[in-house]
């Protein structure tokens, strides 16, 4: 057991906290760290950083919420977590950083023991600043962890609009079509009127499966296209038509494969946009290893288009709800992918109303009887008057859905409960054993019995993860036997070592 690891379970333990600034200064047009600690802390010679000296102003080391989701359901867009530190500034020493830029910037937080040298201490924070507030005796740092990263639009090009695939004049300025996995019928993009090549991804791509004027649908050929006809240059993302086209024209395909390497999983299109996509200054760590096993697990086939301005949190959110994931960044600062699951068998740690401070039963939302899951989108819909006349009755009806649907149901719970729920996940899912799959996943989960506690504990903060299961026991609510409960929410408060849970199962 590491030192860090001793520290965690001693709940008598004397704690440390070092925290690490790193404002923008505008004057050097540079990033200059900025040092402090509870207690005075210098670093030794070979540490890095070397003969650093953090300053004792921390007054309150780390409160921090972290949330999986947002509302009273486990389903939607995911929450960054948020917090605050507060650094003594009675003798207005610190003034000067108000010249500083702050927001987006790089927050840690390290946390140590009684005697530990500056190897041994463990980040339990690593995010970014969302603001500072000055007073005449304090510093608030506003928090945000690494996903607030993800507010800022996907990173692509756009057409210059002198033509040829820098595109035609009308597209001077207009950001280039992202595909990704499998999609189908995506609007494609005209970009060179003169030889017919349209645009369906900025970079390389795997294939185009199809392409359809009209709702019609085209053959490809490997040489110059004829009427009726195309090719595809998948280096480029593009293909060109024989033909001027009679009404729109769409296409399925497998979209990016950066770096010679097509995915189509929710784990592997999550890291592929996450680290290849992210508008931001320096790449995005991710846990390779739990993206692996998350993939390994949860292998289904997804695919999105992009092309609307979405933020990437949206576009991650859209996979991640394919298949009831959540993603956001652990402690040190790496990207972490995992799905909430009903409680695990094993907890790993136990509660009782000797850990209890104040227990709050929470609602739940109403149990659902039937659950649907749209998949296999098709990004560009056509109504009757926008297929052409060859298309037949069915496949003219099928262009029109924007999603196909997979539902499963279970009457005695409606029998039961009147009010129980018809409930509809949207997903980006493409097979229809997937979307079957996840329907009857949700249905179980969503189901009748689920329990939500919020409870205060007096217990050591910094070594529990969202996603985790624990046991509660206590006197009331059905809990007097004990319950194993999954953490879908966290307040760690560091300066009284109390966490406040929210709990579901």
Do not use: C
Request: glycine share 10%.
């Amino acid at each position: 057991m590491s030192a860090f690891d001793e520290l965690i379970a001693d709940p008598v333990a004397r704690r440390r906290y070092l925290v690490i600034l790193e404002p923008y200064d505008p004057a050097l047009e540079t990033i200059v760290p900025h040092y402090f600690s509870d207690d005075g802390f210098v670093t030794a010679r070979t540490d890095t950083p070397a003969d650093t000296y953090f300053d004792p102003r921390l007054l309150a080391a780390l409160n921090f919420e972290r949330q999986l989701f947002a509302g009273g359901q486990l389903s939607g867009r995911s929450v960054p977590g948020a917090g605050t530190l507060l650094l003594n500034n009675a003798d207005g020493l610190l003034d000067p950083m108000t010249a500083l830029a702050f927001d987006g910037r790089r927050v840690r937080v390290l946390l140590g023991g009684e005697g530990f040298v500056y190897s041994e201490f463990a980040t339990i924070f690593d995010g970014t600043a969302d603001g500072v507030e000055f007073d005449d005796v304090s510093v608030t740092v506003r928090l945000r962890d690494l996903q607030s990263l993800f507010e800022a639009g996907v990173a692509r090009g756009t057409y210059g609009g002198t033509g040829g695939l820098d595109g035609r004049a009308g597209l001077k300025d207009r950001e280039k079509p992202l595909a990704f996995g499998r999609v189908y019928h995506v609007p494609a993009v005209l970009v060179d009127p003169a030889t017919l090549t349209y645009q369906v991804h900025d970079g390389a791509i795997e294939e185009v499966d199809a392409v359809y004027d009209a709702g019609l649908a085209l053959t490809r050929v490997g040489g110059v296209p004829a009427a009726g006809q195309f090719s595809v240059d998948t280096a480029t993302g593009t293909f060109r038509l024989g033909a001027s086209a009679a009404g729109t024209v769409t296409a399925d395909l497998r979209g990016d494969k950066a770096g010679g390497i097509y995915v189509e999983t929710v784990a592997g299109l999550i890291a592929r946009l996450a680290t290849t996509r992210a508008a931001t200054e320096a790449p995005i760590p991710i846990d390779a290893a739990g993206f692996a096993a998350f993939d390994a697990s949860h292998g289904d086939r997804v695919g999105v288009w992009i092309r609307d301005g979405s933020t990437m949190g949206e576009v991650l959110d859209g996979l991640a709800d394919s298949v009831g994931a959540h993603y956001g960044f652990n402690r040190a600062g790496r990207m972490t992918i995992a799905r909430v699951e009903p409680p695990a068998e094993q907890a790993v740690a136990a509660y009782d109303d000797f850990h209890v401070l104040a227990l709050e039963r929470l609602a739940v939302a109403r149990p659902v009887w039937r659950q649907s899951v749209e998949y296999r989108r098709y990004w560009q819909p056509l109504d009757a008057a926008s297929v052409a006349g060859a298309v037949g009755e069915e496949a003219r009806a099928d262009l029109a859905e924007p999603v196909r649907i997979e539902a499963v149901a279970d009457p005695a719970v409606r029998l039961r409960h009147p009010l129980s729920e018809d409930a509809v996940a949207t997903t980006l899912l493409t097979d229809p054993a997937s979307a079957a799959g996840e329907a009857a996943r949700l249905l179980s989960i969503f189901g009748p019995g689920r329990v939500a506690f919020r409870v205060l504990l007096k217990t050591q903060a910094f070594a529990l993860e969202l996603g985790q299961t624990v046991r509660l026991t206590y006197p009331r609510h059905g809990l007097e036997a004990g319950r194993n409960l999954v953490i879908v929410g966290m307040v760690e408060e560091s300066a009284v070592n109390e966490i406040t849970l929210d709990l579901w199962g």
